[in-house]
């Protein structure tokens, strides 16, 4: 376990940014915190945001024996990319710049991994761009996952109700799904 | 001990004198008989691997100038034509291995970069999209109008030929009227039967 370096931080950076706006500034230094401070911590090829007296703790363990720490962001790709987990869901959601809010018809579809359809969309934040990371929550503001839009917002209008809105790329079915390979390093 | 120190210096001395006599004897028989003059005999010398590196090394000192070797510093050679082997570039008395990014400071720096990034990015993107959402609005509206305007001409072009039938449907019925008996005439007349 280990801080990260600087082309790792700006990489980690850059992929939470597609998803969060200028609110991930408070994940760093958040000024309502009365306890100690977050800090990024790399354990093999996963990142980790933990609290700093954690980590601090978590140095008197070994490496290859330690397991996980804190929350797990995600994990950095044999060619230098940072994939996000679903896990890091809880994270990035209150600092999400865009939303999109599926129907009560449209939840089990997604959280069995399928896309967001426009048939399926109750709400979603105006002016988001093509290509752009978007928070999927149900109507009742939980958040389901992540995903990337499909198309702007007026393009989205303009749609088909079968048309895709937003391609999946987690979701917190993955949690039922994936049980036994999420947490294994 | 008295009598073995005479004899000691006694033979040394003995042996001295007949040495100093046969060199002298010996020298002239030797030369003589060969025939080597002391110029020869110092060549001949010469070739002898004992001799040969003392007066070698004399004559090639006194012929040349010693050549003045410069050291690297001296030549000038400008740096970018030395060889620096590109493992060995690193500048001296730097840390080695990886830099952490542990201080909040510099994370903060770090993610206001990536963020002016992005916010451009995401900027441009709006931008385009909403540029080519005004080209879209201006082509359809175009397409309106000109439908517009081909509906109106198919409407005007229908209401002429209605009002040209309707004209003309009068006229008929006026001819009507008056050519209905010749009309028949000529039906029978041009009749035509087989068979």
Known sequence: MRPLTESETKTLFEKLATYCGKGIQNLIDDPNSKSDRMVFRIQKDRVYYVRESLANLATSVKREALLSLGT???????????????TSLSIIAPHARYKVWVKPNGEMPYLYGGNVLKAHVGRWSED???????????????????????????????????GIVTFRQA??????REEDTLFTT | MAPSKPSHKGKPGGKLGSAAKK?????????????????????????????????????VNN??????????AELDIPKLNSIIPAGIAKPKGQKKGKIFVDDAESMIAIMS?????????????IMRARQLEEVREAKRKEAEKRSAEKEKKFEERKQGLKKK???????SEFDDVENEAPQKDKKSKKRVSFG
């Not at chain 1, 797990?72 to 679903?86: A, E, I, N, S």
């Open chain 1, 72 to 86: 797990c962001l995600g994990k950095f790709t044999k060619t230098g990319k940072f994939r996000l987990h679903v």
């Open chain 2, 165 to 171: 039938r309707s004209k003309q449907s009068d006229k």
């Open chain 2, 113 to 125: 970069v990536v963020n002016a990034e992005k916010e451009g990015q995401v900027e441009s993107k």
């Open chain 1, 171 to 176: 979701d917190i079915g993955e949690y039922l």
């Open chain 1, 128 to 162: 988001c761009p093509e290509h752009q990371g978007v928070i999927v929550l149900n109507m009742s503001d939980t958040p389901l996952g992540f995903g990337v839009s499909a198309r702007s917002t007026a393009e989205a209008r303009r749609l088909d109700p079968t």
């Open chain 2, 63 to 72: 012929g040349r100038k010693k050549k003045r070797v410069y050291t690297e």
């Open chain 2, 23 to 59: 060199p002298s004897g010996s020298k002239p028989k030797g030369s003589a008989p060969t025939g080597i003059s002391k110029r020869q005999q110092k060549s001949q010398t010469l070739l002898k691997p004992g001799g040969a590196q003392k007066t070698k090394s004399k004559p």
